[in-house]
């Protein structure tokens, strides 16, 4: 076997042949034999910290999270890492980038792991072995899940940083749009709203859950839009706060007609009015991040937009939904008629996006000919409605491609709604195997993903 030169091997780098062979056939025995309950110890660690069991409430997640470890550990003492591990070290990483996408506390990961070492040395102790082979064993242990974990930690930290930098541009890119015309729009989303609850005064009888300000145009805006745009301004925080208490509040006295509750309306718009104005002269500096032949968005913002969303839908059960949407037969349609012609198509399937979805949804250009549609506090029978809205508008369209020629053009759709798993990037796939089934299905035509809880997908990220 030849030497290996990685920091912290210096035991897998100085040991000789039988050493290293005894000693990865003895943890092997251990794990295989006791590979279950190992798992069970890891897993009840993450159980006990109440910033990882939120994780662990999705049915996919936990069986597959027994599943992985149980792999894990299992390649772990396994692998001869004087051999060529560049297999070993891509999961390392793949599982250190998942937990970064899922923000999972990668302190509890570590303490996990510690766990385990400690777990399997006190098995490597009880096996009656002479001091130096129980000594070796367990420095043999160490190294190879410390190497492990740095992996894993190395690519925690560059994946949490990346996401953390798409954050900080989607917020400054969402920034520099036009300031004015966003805040003119919300002010009057917002006057709407409230006349609206008064018109509401002169029926006979008032519905209190269609008069919340939560649930309005604007309240929309707020929990969606505005946290990703003025996250962490103290203001947005006193707008939120002023919503809460105009629909516990205010809103039962008006729907009860407490000659009180008017004024009190008028009074709390009149705030937000003002408290609005000042978080849009707290706007500053664009950096542009825009398609810039559909304008819709540039996929670099999907994790942050999308990790936010599914984390509020989340901790909130508010419904979430995607649609996968792909232009059917793009490539003949550049081949006939020429990438000009097929630029022109992109746009005008992005304007049909743009021009059916809400303000709080948001579109991206996915790919070449797909995008994507994140449609909040959707349901899922709403987003197929929605999909099949947007197929239909597609099929009726005819776009010029020139000043003399048109081409008829359809879409395949995929959707997906969000049922509780915490990593986005399992509900994007659920959206593109719909898509894929659309497509295999002859085209032109919208497919759901399977409801309930989908077949966990191999063991691949």
């Not at 559909?294 to 419904?319: C, D, H, Q, W």
């Not at 008829?408 to 894929?436: M, R």
Request: aromatic share 6%.
């Amino acid at each position: 076997m030849p030497s290996i030169e990685r920091p912290g091997l210096s035991f897998w780098s100085a040991s000789s042949e039988p050493v290293i062979s005894a000693a990865l056939e003895r943890l092997s025995g251990i794990v295989e034999t006791d590979v279950e309950r190992l798992v069970e110890i890891f897993y009840s660690t993450f159980l006990a910290d109440e910033r990882a069991s939120a994780y662990l409430s999705h049915s996919v997640v936990s069986t597959r999270l027994r599943y992985s470890l149980r792999q894990w550990l299992l390649d772990l003492v396994r692998t001869d890492l004087r051999a060529d591990v560049s297999e070993f070290e891509e999961r390392q990483i793949k599982i250190g980038e998942v937990h970064a996408r899922l923000k999972v506390p990668n302190d509890i990961v570590m303490a996990g792991i510690t766990l385990l070492k400690t777990e399997i040395g006190q098995r490597v102790s009880a096996l009656d072995l002479d001091r130096a082979t129980t000594a070796e064993t367990i420095i043999l242990l160490g190294e190879t899940m410390d190497y492990a974990m740095r992996l894993m930690t190395a690519a925690y930290v560059s994946g949490a940083k990346s996401r953390a930098r798409a954050d900080e541009a989607f917020r400054l890119f969402s920034l520099g749009q036009d300031i004015n015309l966003e805040r003119e729009t919300q002010r009057a989303a917002l006057m709407e709203w409230s006349q609206s609850v008064l018109f509401s005064l002169l029926g006979d009888k008032l519905e209190h859950a269609r008069l919340l300000l939560s649930t309005s145009p604007f309240g929309l805006w707020v929990r969606h839009r505005a946290a990703v745009l003025f996250q962490d301004s103290s203001v947005l925080g006193q707008i939120e706060a002023l919503v809460r208490k105009v629909d516990g509040q205010t809103i039962p006295a008006v729907a009860r007609k407490d000659p009180t509750g008017v004024a009190d309306l008028q009074r709390h718009v009149d705030e937000i009015k003002y408290l609005l104005n000042d978080l849009f002269q707290a706007a500053a500096n664009m950096e542009n991040g825009s398609d810039p032949l559909t304008r819709t968005l540039n996929r670099r913002f999907l994790p942050s937009i999308l990790g936010r969303e599914v984390s509020l839908a989340k901790n909130t059960r508010s419904p979430l939904a995607l649609l996968m949407v792909d232009v059917d037969h793009f490539k003949a349609i550049n081949d006939t008629y020429g990438h000009s012609a097929g630029d022109m198509v992109l746009s005008s399937v992005a304007e049909y996006l743009l021009s059916t979805v809400r303000g709080t949804d948001y579109v991206f250009r996915y790919g070449g000919e797909e995008f994507l549609v994140v449609l909040v506090e959707t349901s899922r029978s709403e987003a197929q409605a929605i999909a099949e809205r947007i197929r239909q508008k597609i099929a009726s369209q005819k776009p010029s491609i020139s000043d003399s020629a048109r081409v008829e053009i359809t879409a395949s759709i995929g959707v997906a709604s969000f049922e509780g798993h915490p990593d986005y990037q399992f509900l994007i796939d659920l959206a593109d195997k719909a898509l894929y089934q659309a497509k295999r299905e002859g085209r032109n035509r919208v497919r759901m993903s399977p409801a309930g809880h989908p077949e966990i997908p191999a063991l691949a990220r």
